[in-house]
């Protein structure tokens, strides 16, 4: 079966930290991408993660371990702008991405 | 340097008419997906498709929907005798697995498709 869970909403203040989790058991694994989502628009490419370990990409970072199925993108000096929908995604063999329900970010000044 | 395009932005049908949407992925690309988002839903995987070929349609349901990418022009995804649950946002995204590491799937701005 294929499963990818992610909290449904998440607070946060401006200029703070925050975590976005995301487990997932799925048939096969290719890769996992987070995405950015704004209300009414197209979902936007964030990071990748393939192989266990942290990637790193200015504000944003993205964690795997594939051995837990489990991963994380930690959004640092949160701004205003940031207050958007982020989706976890696992890619399977056939190249299809299957994805979570999505995790509502509100960042409060 | 277009991205993804998708057309029409918004569509509105009656119960049982046809609907028709396109999908021009980005320069370069030659494999399209298409996804649907239902309203406080995550998206959905339909159909995976190359230039004249279908790769993947495990996620179409078996009847009123096809799909096509032919050797010109844009990726239709057709509806046929719409009912009120077809209702959503339909995201079309374009890859390059030749050009790209990651194969990193680009999305268009959907068609948001209202079923009256």
């Known amino acids: 079966g294929q499963n990818i869970d992610q909290p449904t909403e998440m607070t946060a203040t401006e200029g703070a930290i925050v975590q976005i989790n995301c487990t997932y058991q799925t048939s096969g694994f290719n890769g996992l991408f987070w995405y950015q989502q704004h209300a009414g628009e197209a979902p936007t490419f964030l990071s990748y993660n393939v192989l266990d370990g942290l990637e790193e990409k200015g504000r944003f970072s993205s964690f795997l371990s594939r051995s837990k199925g489990y991963s994380y993108l930690l959004l640092k000096e949160l701004q205003m702008k940031d207050s958007a929908s982020y989706l976890c995604?696992?890619?399977?063999?056939?190249?299809?991405?299957?994805f979570g329900t999505g995790t509502r970010l509100q960042v409060f000044p | 340097n277009a991205g993804v395009m998708q057309n029409p932005r918004h569509l509105v049908r009656r119960r049982g008419q046809e609907a028709r949407l396109r999908c021009s992925p980005m320069?370069?690309?030659?494999?399209v997906y298409w996804y649907r988002q239902l309203p406080e839903e995550g998206l959905k995987f339909m159909v995976y498709?190359?230039?004249?070929?279908?790769?993947?349609e495990s996620g179409m349901p078996k009847e009123r929907f096809s799909a096509e990418f032919p050797k010109e022009g844009p990726s239709i995804l057709r509806i046929q005798q719409v009912v009120r649950g077809d209702s959503a946002a339909y995201f079309c995204?374009?890859?390059?697995?030749?050009?790209?590491?990651?194969?990193?799937?680009?999305f268009g701005p959907g068609t948001r498709l209202t079923v009256l």
């Open positions: 320069k370069g690309h030659s494999h």
């Open positions: 995604a696992v890619r399977s063999y056939t190249d299809k991405l299957i």
């Open positions: 995204a374009s890859s390059n697995p030749w050009t790209s590491r990651t194969d990193t799937q680009y």
């Open positions: 498709l190359q230039k004249e070929n279908i790769i993947d």
